[in-house]
């Protein structure tokens, strides 16, 4: 059964928005609806289903390769917002780094471990933790992952235990004052990449 309350009333109505809220006052509950709109309707869906795709061969698609769900936008490539899934699934690339590459994207990525450990960031990324990169910010891989990464045997390899999310979306992402100061907060996130050493020496790589 649906809940919903009617009846006059006065009320305020609080609504926030990119971080501020915002009061109007309104003379009924907002909750005097009980319709779906159009083909809108709630669902559950669980991510233990979502069957992962990617590459079989070498090289490293872009992990909108893993979207689960997406509302697009008018402009082709760049979407409202994708729901992005890294479950278990096989590595299996030759010659290929294969975490993610250092990057800055066009996208706001906001990530949240749901279980286990993602692989770019062995420590401090635990279960119930969010990491929030804005759009054209520098990341990703955690030194240790990187050094880890690149000297290991390119054996098929099954990533366990593992489910974390991603929303990304072409809008930036504004802090509330909550996840800002008041959140546990991992302190020494940015420390993780301080010492990566330099690698380039100006001769071309091993092919
Ligand atoms: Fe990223």
Redesign the pocket.
Known sequence: MAAFEDGKVQLTLTIKWYGQLYETAIGHSPLDVVAWHGNYAPMRYNLKTYCPAGTILFGHPDPSIFAVLTAPSGQPGVNNIDLVLFRERWRVTEDTFRL?WY?K?IMS?LMGNIYGQYDAKPKGFVPGGMSL?NMMLA??PYKNAFEGTSNANLEPRKLENTMSFMFGTRFPQHLTQFTAQGAPLQDDYIDYWTDIEKKFNGTPGKK
Do not use: A, F, M
């Open positions: 993610p990057h994207n990525e990169h990341h990703d």
